[in-house]
């Protein structure tokens, strides 16, 4: 199911690139601010075009070309991209807003590994970007939206999203080794998935041979040596999700070792069980996803439920605002 996330960007690439709020007891700030002075700034990198929006430079990796396009057509393909595109309309344009801070977020923090790109289509980096999928339900989604963004005390926030949470969202310092300090605006949440998710996000089994776990334990930077006797799950987070697996006794950071396994093989941390048996490992587990921020399984069910695409947000990121830069 390409069409949503891995997450994050292969751990600091790929690891830096749901839902009821729970008994909160902070306010929740999510009005909309107009131009807000509490607005951060249009990256400085990014030129204004004739149409009056920010201009990307944008790497297709499939196409191997550069592209130039506006903000909101990027916002397009990547909505199309990450979610289909006949989900409920409030599901829609909770993620335009999370794409359009994310790709404010790379262009004002980060450079992309493609030369002369602002940003590129490759999810090991980026967002998922599927132009061809993008239909009225999209446009409307984005033109709906048009230059909102979410804004925390004057900055871009993590945009965050996974496909499934499996009932809670984690902690990026649980569920994504992220070195940055967990920010306040993001919170272990209740999420209540929707019933048309796929089995396989709800619920999981995958086997892999030992040489393949010892290979992503070494790969994770810690070497077995020899044959693997145990696997057992270390520390969790709130939500249950693995921060560390301990394979034959040496600690293996959980995050990590998902990544180099295969994560859409090993579909979540929040895993059940491991067992050692006949030379294989099997996990079990809950979820689609590294579990941080919106759960879109979530948001497709609070959208079914009536909410809007901004208390879709507040819900996975109580404290931002909801700003529009142009």
């Known amino acids: ?35 807000s002075a509490n607005a951060p700034k249009i990256p400085e990198s990014l030129a204004i075009g004739e149409n009056g929006l920010p201009m990307l430079s944008v790497y297709d990796a499939a196409a191997k070309e550069l592209t130039d396009m506006d903000v909101e057509k990027y916002v397009s393909g990547v909505v199309a991209g990450e979610m289909k595109n006949d989900w409920p309309e409030e599901a829609l344009k909770a993620q335009a807003i999370l794409a359009r801070t994310f790709v ?13 790109a602002d ?16 239909n009225k339900r999209v ?77 992503a334990c070494a790969d994770a930077g810690v070497k077995i040596g020899g044959e693997i006797r145990s696997v057992e799950i270390g520390e969790k987070g709130e939500s249950g999700r693995a921060k560390a697996l301990v394979v034959n006794g040496e600690r293996v950071s959980a995050p ?42 979530g948001a497709y069910q609070l959208a079914e439920d009536g909410k809007s695409a901004r208390e879709i947000i507040a819900t996975y990121f109580p404290g931002v605002e909801i700003v529009e830069l142009w």
Request: hydrophobic share 40%; proline share 3%.
């Open 139 to 215: 446009e409307d989604a984005v033109s709906e939206t048009r230059g909102q963004v979410m804004a925390y005390q004057g900055e871009f926030p993590n945009a965050w999203f996974h496909a499934h949470s499996g009932g809670m969202t984690e902690l990026p310092s649980v569920a994504l080794e992220y070195k940055g300090g967990d920010p306040a605006y993001l919170k272990p949440t209740e999420s209540a998935e929707s019933d048309k998710a796929p089995d396989n996000a709800k619920a999981w089994t995958a086997t892999f041979t030992a040489e393949q776990v010892a290979k």
């Open 119 to 134: 940003i590129s289509t490759d999810v090991s980096e980026a967002q998922a970007y599927a132009a061809k999928s993008v």
């Open 1 to 35: 199911m390409r069409k949503i996330a891995l997450t994050a960007a292969l751990l600091a690439a790929a690891l830096l690139l749901s839902g009821c709020m729970g008994d909160r007891k902070e306010p929740v700030s999510w009005q909309l601010n107009n131009k």
């Open 256 to 297: 990590s070792f998902r990544i180099q396994i295969g994560a859409n093989k090993l579909r979540s941390t929040l895993i059940d069980s491991a067992a050692v048996e006949d030379g294989k490992v099997t996990f079990t587990g809950r979820g689609f996803g590294h579990g941080v921020g919106l759960s879109q399984w």
């Open 104 to 116: 404010m977020k790379f262009c004002a923090d980060k450079k992309s590994k493609y030369e002369g």
